[in-house]
């Protein structure tokens, strides 16, 4: 079965960076894009990024345009997401999630890891 | 990118029906037949209930259906059970090739 474990959040200082993974398994990862979506603490959803299967495509949020970059690493079906110049306003689960694009969805989603960014 | 506008509450008793709407512009759910909607229970992770407007996945109960009109797209839970209580958000793509939700829609079963 389609497995997404995200990893890697924690606190950090604002100003400061952290990288997140995201370990999948069940399905042939390098077929797929994949995204990552946050959610703040009672608030609701907000994407963040995509990838497309092999790289060659991305997006990114306009609030983290520049501060976040998404990878992938298909030999370890490992999606990963950087993220520099943090602020008090990034603190959220971020989830990792697969993208059907040809439609458009988020078919399966990690259960999130929490970042909280605070002095 | 605006979040798409959801009622921030709906409440209905068990064997009725309801149903959130989730309205957008025409860059997004009046633009594409890319509206989704999803299902999260506090704490856990969000789940995929209607994909491109109408479809749903396997598993998920034909209870759940959706539509859209112009820029509204919209979630209608038939005979509510007590397990539907949960926070709905819908999801659109959009014509800057990203992706953007409602605020959500939090739904109680009386």
């Known amino acids: 079965q389609v497995q997404l474990v995200e990893s890697g959040g924690g606190l950090v200082k604002p100003g400061g960076s952290l990288r997140l993974s995201c370990a999948a398994s069940g399905f042939t990862f390098s077929d797929y894009y994949m995204s990552w979506i946050r959610q703040a603490p009672g608030k609701g959803l907000e994407w963040v990024s995509y990838?497309?299967?092999?790289?060659?495509?991305?997006n990114y949020a306009d609030s983290v345009k520049g501060r976040f970059t998404i990878s992938r690493d298909n030999a370890k079906n490992s999606l990963n997401l950087q993220m520099n110049s943090l602020r008090v306003e990034d603190t959220a689960v971020y989830y990792c999630?697969?993208?059907?694009?040809?439609?458009?969805?988020?078919?399966?989603w990690g259960q999130g890891t929490l970042v909280t960014v605070s002095s | 990118q605006s979040a798409l506008t959801q009622p921030a509450s709906v409440s209905g008793s068990p064997g009725q029906s309801i149903t959130i709407s989730c309205t957008g512009t025409?860059?997004?759910?009046?633009?594409?037949?890319?509206v989704s909607w999803y299902q999260q229970h506090p704490g856990k992770a969000p789940k995929l209930m209607i994909y491109?407007?109408?479809n749903r996945p396997s598993g998920v109960s034909n209870r759940f259906s959706g539509s859209k009109s112009g820029n509204t797209a919209s979630l209608t839970i038939s005979e509510l059970q007590a397990e539907d209580e949960a926070d709905y958000y819908c999801s659109s793509y959009t014509s800057s090739r990203t992706w953007v939700f409602g605020g959500g829609t939090k739904l109680t079963v009386l």
């Open positions: 999630a697969r993208l059907i694009v040809a439609n458009e969805y988020f078919d399966y």
């Open positions: 990838i497309s299967s092999s790289s060659s495509y991305t």
């Open positions: 491109d407007v109408s």
């Open positions: 025409s860059s997004d759910v009046g633009g594409y037949n890319y």
